[in-house]
């Protein structure tokens, strides 16, 4: 069960890695772009979403953990 939970977190940290990786590459960079428009917006909810799901799997880890 211990290895399912670490595997969940391997799973996010990769997740956030190539998007921040995604996020900054030099195509993203390109001004006049529509998207630079909206960065701020975009990066926000991508935040909140990824906190959201941080606080969620740590949440069910310790419930797992503590029965």
Known sequence: ???????????MIVALVTTLTVGFSKEN???GSADVQKFGKKW??????????????????FLVLNS
């Open 29 to 31: 960079k390109k001004e």
């Open 44 to 61: 926000i909810r991508l935040t909140s979403l990824y906190i959201v799901t941080v606080v969620l799997c740590l949440a069910i880890f």
């Open 1 to 11: 069960m211990n290895y399912l939970i670490a595997l969940v977190f391997v799973v």
